[in-house]
């Protein structure tokens, strides 16, 4: 059998293993494991040894303490209500707008996911802090739980990203160009999930009434409130970015910043300390199982040599580059129905990866395709989060939404995957929107 074949048959047996709700870090172990073993006779000792290769190679890996970090830092702010604090700053500033307080879920959901790091993390705490205002204004259920459950994506989209870091872990790319590169992709999607509220009400006026004017006393008191949070922000991206931090460092002290401002604003105690460090480790260890099964699929597929024969099959077509990739993007829209974002980058990258480097667009430079991709990766897997069937954070957000039906959710989220797909195509036809910060030029 031909390496793309093995490779073939491999990535149906884990899909016919999702299908039936294997956890998807067992489901990649498993079949990684077999495959190995089928392709070296069923012989042991050769996948005795990967595993302890494997196991010790991914586990001692320093860069990867960076991300109980990031999901310590995300998990203070959840405990220690800094998102109720996020909300009302924004809120104060646009909720007297037609659709102002879910524009300003919006922002609180952008400004949230800055010290965060997780989707469904963004779209959980959101939901549970806006939903009861959306309701006081008598927003319409669609517009309120399709806007939470799109803008909980802005959780892995604005840095610093749990899915980026692992990214850049797989492709030794630097996280702190990959974080500067998603700032501008991440307003300009804050932004675009904005206007398509002002649309929706423009359009239909009863789905947003206008809150009352805040006054600008308010508005500073408010505003001063955030300013330590944005400072957290600040201090870990230029950080990273500027090199007086690695990304190790500057998330332990993004980390540390926000337990004490948990502590100390948000008047967090001993329980949710606790469940800070409880949930933390909850997430680590599940995704460090999901990072385990990965490389154990990863090297069953290096073994086939399916991503080697595949890159050469993508050359030999003579298919234009912007058509592999396109073709790419689509593929993880279809992925996005079965499985996590973690999943997806984890199982595609070492395949698609090898492809994209191997094409030319816009004549760009090795590091500013491996960053555009990047960015181009994620913004396409958060949006598996939000379109159907499977949107996880459509299902987290119509959860709290008790008295929304699923279908007004889903409906309420079309016109934010318009906004998503558009972002999408402009950062296809313009690389120079997630390069422009890191210095490329393409």
């Known amino acids: 059998m031909s ?11 884990l899909m016919a293993m999702l299908v039936i709700r294997v956890p998807i870090g067992i489901a990649m172990f498993v ?91 963004t779209a959980a705490t959101m939901g549970q802090v806006t939903l ?44 702190g160009k990959l974080f500067v590169a998603a700032v501008i992709p991440g307003l300009i999607a804050t932004i675009g999930y904005m206007l398509v509220i002002r649309i929706v009400v423009t359009l239909k006026p009863e789905a947003g009434p206008a809150g009352p004017r805040v006054a600008w006393p308010e508005r500073m008191r408010a505003l001063i409130q955030v300013l330590p949070v944005v400072g957290v922000f600040v201090v870990v991206i230029v950080g990273i970015y500027d090199g007086w931090a690695n990304p190790t460092e500057a998330a332990a002290i993004g980390a540390a910043a926000c337990g004490a401002l948990a502590v100390i604003t948000g008047g967090m105690r001993r329980d949710g300390i606790v469940a800070s460090l409880l949930g933390t480790a909850s997430a680590t260890a599940m995704i460090f199982l999901v990072l385990l099964g ?49 999943a997806m980058i984890l199982l595609t990258i070492p395949i698609f990866y090898p492809i994209v480097m191997g094409l030319d667009f816009h004549g760009m430079t090795p590091t500013d395709k491996s960053i555009w991709f990047g960015i181009l990766a994620l913004m396409v897997v958060e949006i598996g989060l939000v379109h159907p069937p499977v949107g996880l954070n459509v299902y987290i957000i119509n959860r709290l939404a008790r008295d929304v039906p699923l279908v007004e959710t889903f409906k309420g989220v079309m016109p934010f995957l318009a906004s998503d797909f558009i972002r999408i195509g402009l950062l296809l036809a313009f690389p120079i929107l997630a390069l422009y910060l890191v210095g490329g030029h393409g």
């Not at 093995?6 to 047996?13: M, P, Q, R, Y």
């Not at 204004?137 to 803008?151: K, V």
């Not at 990965?294 to 077509?317: F, R, Y």
């Open 132 to 175: 009861p205002e959306l309701r006081r204004f008598g927003y319409s259920g669609a517009l309120s739980t399709g806007a939470l459950a799109a803008g909980g994506t802005l959780g892995i989209m604005i840095p610093p990203s749990v899915p980026l870091v692992i990214y850049a872990i797989l492709t030794q790319e630097s996280i």
């Open 3 to 13: 390496g793309i074949a093995v490779g073939g048959t491999i990535f149906a047996i």
């Open 294 to 342: 990965a490389d154990m699929l990863n090297t069953a597929l290096a073994l086939s040599q399916m991503p080697v024969e595949l890159a050469n099959w993508v050359k030999e077509t003579a298919l234009s580059p912007m058509l592999v990739v396109i073709t790419i993007l689509a593929i993880y829209v279809v992925l996005g129905c079965v499985m996590d974002s973690l």
């Open 31 to 121: 079949t990684g494991a077999g495959g190995y073993l089928a392709m070296t006779g069923w012989e042991w000792t050769p996948l005795l040894n990967v595993l302890k290769q494997v196991g010790y190679a991914r586990l001692s890996n320093y860069d990867l303490v960076v991300i109980p970090l990031f999901l310590l830092m995300g998990q203070f702010a959840t405990h220690g209500g800094l998102s109720a604090a996020l909300f009302r700053c924004v809120a104060a500033f646009l909720g007297h707008l037609r659709g102002g307080v879910a524009m300003a879920a919006i922002g609180a959901c952008a400004g949230f996911g800055a010290i965060c790091g997780s989707s469904l993390a």
